[in-house]
């Protein structure tokens, strides 16, 4: 089925020439990291995670929510699923990629990566998020080529298969709850020191997650005429609207625990995320916009009659994703060191390489989202 990736017209083409060239210029700055360190980067010893890890952060997510579309589809035998679920698990796959990669190049000298696995350590987070993530892209890469396997030669899968389908449901729950266990572990950082860490961030995985594939079945149907059906776009927008929801809720009742308990070093952070520290005010124009969006999209999604147009479903999945990806990346992860531990404020900036890796990670994993969804779309249609 490969091959299917590898024809396609001049506008198909066209876009994968454009990816390459982005990737490019992001390889050629993680030379430049490689060759000079993490120097370059506005990372600190008061900042050690910045632009990196918010995105790992925000990708995680993600690629988490493909559970959205497989737990209907196959626990449920939820039909109106089914042009959309493999799209869900080729998502998946394609975000994890880019969260291991954001973590590789955050390591810095990538050699450090390969101390996870020579030396695991059963009490380090960090071995369980990678155990949870390769262990999460390995289910879905035998998952899809399955089910998909079956499918082209219209057969019904294998028996073994479906006991892997459920155990990546609880997997996909898993690799985002020890990615916020990553955070809330941290005792020294009031900011994340929360129980209500994980369920916030399932919650705005659900809402974010969902929303890139209600996009994504758009821009099929528009340029590949590949039309998943009005029905599922309609569940899906249901989905994000009550999520998304569910996120607001949960950062509100942070904001009040916070606040109202009035201790200084939980609310020095919100300071600093709200309104900033001195001159310290770099992310507070992003966070105030962050909720101008979040406050739009309930709006928007809400409102069954504005919901159910496609228009309207798009530019709300649009104002999510921003939202979401403003306060759970840059957002989430800055703030949490700022100020530091003893009080002092030391601001972070990512630098142009920063952006330029970060950029070229994203193309690489939206040329294997391409190259997954071409072969999706041309099976489908040999099938039909």
Known sequence: MIEKALIGDKRYWGWVAFLLVVIGGGFLAYLKQFNEGLGITGLS???????????????????????????????????????????????????????MLFIFVDMG?????????????LNSLMFWDMFVLSGYLMLNVVIAIITFGAERKDIAPPKWIKPVIILSIPWAVSIHTVT????????????????????????????????????????LKRFAKYDVGREPLKKLGE?????????????????????????PEHVHHFEYFFFGIGEATFLVPYMWTSIILAVVSLILLLVPG????????????????????IDKGMG????????????????????????????????LGFLVLTGLYKIAVAVRREIS
């Open 180 to 219: 916020a266990f990553l955070y809330c572990g941290l005792a020294a950082r009031p900011f994340w020191l929360t129980a209500i860490l994980a369920p916030r961030f399932l919650a705005s995985a659900f809402a974010a997650g969902p929303s890139f594939l209600i996009l994504l079945c758009l821009i």
């Open 109 to 121: 000298n990538p050699t450090r990566v390969l101390n996870v696995i020579l030396y695991p350590t």
């Open 306 to 325: 504005l919901r159910r147009q496609p228009g309207i479903l798009a530019l709300a999945s649009v104002t999510v994703i921003v939202s979401l990806w």
């Open 45 to 99: 010893r008061d900042v050690p995670w910045g632009f990196y890890i918010a995105q790992f952060t925000f990708m995680v997510g993600v690629a988490a929510s493909a559970v959205m579309v497989v737990l209907p589809y196959y626990l449920h035998n939820y039909k109106v699923f089914a042009k959309m679920t493999i799209l869900g698990e080729f998502l998946a796959i394609s975000s994890v990629i880019m969260c």
């Open 239 to 263: 989905i994000v609207a009550y999520a998304m929801t569910i996120n607001v809720f949960f950062v509100l009742l942070e904001l009040f625990t916070a606040l109202y308990s009035d201790i």
């Open 332 to 363: 989430m992860v800055i703030t949490g060191f700022v100020p530091n531990t003893v009080g002092k404020v030391v601001e972070y900036i990512p630098t142009v390489p920063e952006l330029m890796i970060t950029i070229g990670i994203y193309a």
